[in-house]
């Protein structure tokens, strides 16, 4: 078993120490999601201590925890919408944070950008595989799936 304290008896940053992780525990113990409120205050409990900085590993584990916790509420009760093809690709630019001028190797001009943006011009079978493989995702989530 690792060490988990000093000469002084306190804490190593970067150690495993039971009675921390069992303070965690305490404080908000884990337990499955079976409401909003309850996802709610999960996750709040999960963004506050990403925002406290470099966490313990006592802590990392916690996070573990409630975000698997929180992936099986989700995965359960929140549908998340499709978008593909402009709307896609939209998201795509933003999420990368890139200009349309970025996407000019792609479309040749910027203008063609922002025609196919502006929905003006339909993105071509050539626009999907070039975006597909700038983006390093399947040309298939540029086009919509239908559900019978």
Do not use: C, W
Request: glycine share 6%; no cysteine; charged share 25%.
């Amino acid at each position: 078993m690792q060490n988990t304290t000093g000469e002084t008896g306190k804490a190593i940053h970067g150690s495993r120490n039971s009675s921390s992780y069992g303070e965690l525990l305490k404080a908000f113990p884990p337990r499955p999601v079976k409401s909003e409120a309850e996802f709610i205050a999960t996750q709040q409990v999960i963004d506050s201590l990403i925002d406290r900085g470099e966490l313990t590993p006592d802590e990392e584990d916690y996070i573990d925890v409630l975000g698997t916790l929180v992936h099986e509420y989700e995965a359960a009760h929140v549908r998340i919408k499709d978008i593909y093809g402009v709307k896609l690709l939209k998201a795509l630019i933003i999420e990368s944070e890139l200009r349309q001028k970025d996407l000019v190797p792609i479309f040749k001009t910027e203008s063609i950008v922002s025609e196919v943006l502006n929905g003006q011009r339909k993105l071509t079978a050539a626009h999907i595989q070039k975006l597909a493989n700038f983006f390093h995702i399947s040309p298939a989530a540029f086009f919509e799936l239908r559900q019978k």
